[in-house]
């Protein structure tokens, strides 16, 4: 069994860094799922894909994967640059940008 450690995406819907300052650990699926016949849900014969570990930092999650034998992937994903500005800078003289409205 394979997992994941990755820094999950800040969600569109927020302006700050939230919930993206954490590590998560997830189970790869080593069998698709499988579609029941009669009812028609998706269902897994494996039950360590409902597993999510959350860890602080990078190294935490890389720990505890070798100290329980588990073989492990690490997925980095560039965050952009925050570029910080303030309310004030809209009204400078030296703005670059016109005015739109």
């Known amino acids: 069994m394979t997992a994941r450690i990755y820094s999950p995406a800040k969600s569109a819907m927020q302006s700050g860094q939230g919930k993206s300052r954490f590590w998560l650990l ?19 014969v494996d039950m360590k894909q409902q597993i999510r570990l959350r860890f602080d930092t990078l190294e935490e999650a890389k720990a505890y994967a070798e100290r329980n034998g588990v073989a492990y992937r690490v997925e980095e994903t560039e965050k952009p640059p925050r570029r910080i500005q303030s309310y004030s800078d809209n009204f400078k003289p030296g703005r670059a940008q016109s005015w739109t409205h």
């Open 26 to 44: 997830e189970y790869v699926l080593d069998q698709p799922r499988t579609i029941d016949p009669l009812m028609g849900w998706t269902s897994g």
